[in-house]
Nanobody, 123 residues
Framework: VQLQASGGGLVQAGGSLRLSCAQP????????MGWFRQAPGKEREFVAA????????RYADSVKGRFTISRDNAKNTLYLQMNSLKPDDTADYYC?????????????????WGQGTLVTVSS
């Protein structure tokens, strides 16, 4: 099972990017989904999560007010809109599908992971 993350790139501080995560068919339409990131030399950290129907979203304090997670179950796609990007946002970003239906914030709640997409924010 593959989750395909895309949309990363190089952007200047203050800029925006939108990440996408394509899901295989409707396999995860009833699951919570999330985004995590990992910077060089650091542990993977939670960024944002959304419950199966989009009714609840949760964010890391470091991205609250700047990032927006959303999903379109009809298109089997998860999104992360990132605005006002900062150099500290530089990392590999991973999408993941949770075991349950809710917006989980810890990696151990997720059992399917996509490959990372690199986001680099220059100062």
């Amino acid at each position: 099972v593959q989750l395909q993350a895309s949309g990363g790139g190089l952007v200047q501080a203050g800029g925006s990017l939108r990440l996408s995560c394509a899901q295989p068919g409707r396999m995860f339409s009833n699951n919570g989904m999330g985004w995590f990131r990992q910077a060089p030399g650091k542990e993977r950290e939670f960024v944002a999560a959304i419950m199966w129907n989009g009714g609840t979203t949760r964010y890391a304090d470091s991205v609250k007010g700047r990032f927006t997670i959303s999903r379109d179950n009809a298109k089997n796609t998860l999104y992360l809109q990132m605005n006002s990007l900062k150099p500290d946002d530089t990392a590999d970003y991973y999408c993941a599908a949770a075991r349950g239906a809710f917006a989980a914030t810890t990696p151990d709640a997720y059992n399917y992971w996509g490959q990372g997409t690199l986001v680099t924010v220059s100062s």
